[in-house]
């Protein structure tokens, strides 16, 4: 079982940058068999993908909502992955969950139904 428990949100400005982490225990073991992904839900919306990463290699992929802006990036002596989110816009609010899904190659999981370990969420609010 991974637990996953997210930190990072507030509020900010549009054009401001803020980044999500999400830490993974159990400490100590490898997830190398683990994509990470992504997800968000904003105020009055269903939760969507915003990207994923495979835990082994790093390899990223991104809603195109969020390309070019947000980073996915993992520290494997930390055991945390990274969301590095830039150039915030206000319709960038919303919650914004971590989820591990099993993964060895491939696409990356880019489907909810996919991820069986969730966070808990954090809120990103960005401001006009």
């Known amino acids: 079982q991974v637990q996953l428990v997210e930190s990072g949100g507030g509020l900010v400005q549009a054009g401001d940058s803020l980044r999500l982490s999400c830490a993974c225990a159990p400490s100590g073991r490898t997830f190398n068999g683990y994509a990470m992904g992504w997800f968000r839900q904003g105020p009055g919306k269903e939760r969507e993908f915003v990207a994923a990463?495979?835990?082994?290699?790093?390899?990223?992929t991104y809603a195109d909502s969020v390309k070019g802006r947000f980073t996915n990036s993992r520290d494997n002596v930390k055991n945390t992955g990274y969301l590095q989110m830039n150039s915030l816009k206000p319709e960038d609010t919303a919650i914004y969950y971590c989820a591990f899904a099993e993964y060895i190659a491939g696409d990356l999981p880019i489907r909810q139904a996919w991820y069986t370990n969730w966070g808990q969420g954090t809120q990103v609010t960005v401001s006009s």
């Open positions: 990463l495979s835990w082994r290699d790093g390899s990223a």
